[in-house]
């Protein structure tokens, strides 16, 4: 019978793109599951996130536990902001403005953003922006991969920091750092059993990563792309409010989706308000696809082909018939190394062995000099 795994590497990396220029001098490494050595900050913190409870009710436990955190890490959003715009008018626009988007928000995202807030004491506004935060400034690398016994295990990196303030001095990432106490396993349960895990932020309502166990494993990845960026979103504010917001996708397809097929069908045909690459692993041979989406459509499905010798499939952040911008080539290297081990021997197969159906994640550093892909 196939097995399923899931590994997160949520790396919070600090690294600044501009000082890595390629070529890189690096190496596969076969040894890195589990996670040792400097990189590794320590395992995740589980949560229970009850699906019965009224949807301003479930998030209260995990918010309440982490809601000095979270008001930390607000807090140095705003002092961002207000570097950039020192009268404060910034801050004062998104309390002010944003709480009327949660009105507009499709059942129960509403009511669970506002469920965050009046646990973490965070204006609605401010809750709100986080959440959209993240459909902005995270850069990924996912792969889904099949051995020889057609077992899939799919891996996925979620790097931050990319785009925010940079402190030369310490090298690490203001946001980053912050960020890090945030990272939270989530299990969302119905009659008291599992429906699917997530690797995620405390505050955070949307899905960029999950598992349904025994059924299915998918990741997002932000997809920057000129037919659409935020003109949704900008479109979503002013009243035309058709597409979905994509991480809402991805939650409600690993909310309720049944299956390989069915949750691949939803994610290559639901429009979107931006530009998104999905990454979907099933529980049988040959199930693992990259979907690259359009607002509107799916313009490319590629597939896990045995026959053709594609056994993995690995997406970074740009069209996988494209080159990658030369700054940020994560994928020759990580194919390099997938091409490298062969199919038989991969550092996922020691990972299937220890985490068999199981999601597993881990807070990684990414010490000086950092190269974090
Ligand atoms: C790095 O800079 C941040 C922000 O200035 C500061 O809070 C943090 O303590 C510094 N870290 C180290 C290790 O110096
Ligand atoms: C839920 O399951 C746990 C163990 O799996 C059990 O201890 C608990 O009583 C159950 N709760 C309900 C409400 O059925
Ligand atoms: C999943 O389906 C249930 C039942 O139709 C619905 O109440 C719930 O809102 C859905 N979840 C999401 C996240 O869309
Ligand atoms: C794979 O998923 C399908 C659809 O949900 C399910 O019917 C089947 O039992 C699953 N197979 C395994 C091996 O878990
Ligand atoms: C890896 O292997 C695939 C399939 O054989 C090939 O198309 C690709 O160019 C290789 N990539 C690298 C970076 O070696």
């Not at 690995?314 to 994560?330: C, G, I, Q, S, V």
């Amino acid at each position: 019978m196939a097995r399923l795994s899931f590994v997160v590497f949520v790396s919070l990396i600090s690294v600044v793109s501009t000082q890595f220029i390629p070529p890189y001098t690096e190496d596969c490494r076969a040894d890195m599951y589990p996670p040792k050595g400097p990189t590794f900050k320590g395992r995740v913190t589980w949560y229970t996130v009850d699906l019965d409870l009224h949807p301003s009710k479930r998030w209260m436990p995990l918010i309440t536990d982490k809601k000095a955190e979270l008001v930390s890490m607000m807090q140095t959003i705003k002092d961002l902001a207000n570097a950039f715009v020192p009268s404060g008018k910034l801050v004062e626009m998104v309390d002010k403005a944003l709480p009327f988007l949660v009105e507009t928000l499709p059942y129960p995202f509403g009511d669970e953003l506002r469920g965050v807030a009046a646990a973490s004491g965070l204006p609605l506004g401010e809750v709100v922006l986080f959440n959209i935060f993240y459909e902005v400034f995270t850069v990924c690398t996912s792969i889904v991969a099949e051995d020889p016994k057609g077992n899939l295990f799919h891996g996925r990196n979620l790097d931050f920091g990319l785009f925010m303030g940079w402190d030369m001095k310490n090298r690490s990432w203001i946001v980053a750092e912050q960020l890090k106490p945030l990272v939270v396993n989530v299990d969302f349960r119905r009659n008291n059993q599992t429906v699917f895990k997530s690797t995620t932020f405390a505050g955070y309502i949307g899905m960029l990563t999950g598992i349904k166990p025994n059924v299915f494993t998918l990741t997002m990845n932000e997809r920057f792309s000129l037919d659409g960026g935020y003109i949704g979103i900008l479109e979503w504010i002013l009243g035309q409010r058709k597409g979905m917001w994509m991480s809402f996708l991805t939650r409600s397809v690993l909310e309720n989706a049944t299956s390989y097929e069915v949750a691949k069908t939803r994610l290559a045909q639901t429009e979107l308000l931006a530009p998104a690459y999905f990454i979907l692993g099933g529980n049988q041979t040959g199930q693992g696809c990259i979907i690259t989406r359009s607002r509107l459509l799916s313009l490319d499905i590629l597939e896990i082909d045995l026959k053709l010798g594609r056994w993995y499939v690995l997406e970074t952040n740009y069209d996988h018939w494209k080159a990658p911008l030369f700054l940020d080539d994560r994928r020759t290297p990580g194919m390099t190394c997938m091409n490298k081990t062969t199919q038989t021997l991969t550092t996922y197969t020691t990972l299937m062995d220890v985490s068999t159906g199981n999601l597993e994640s881990y807070i990684r550093d990414c010490p000086n000099p950092c190269m974090p892909w």
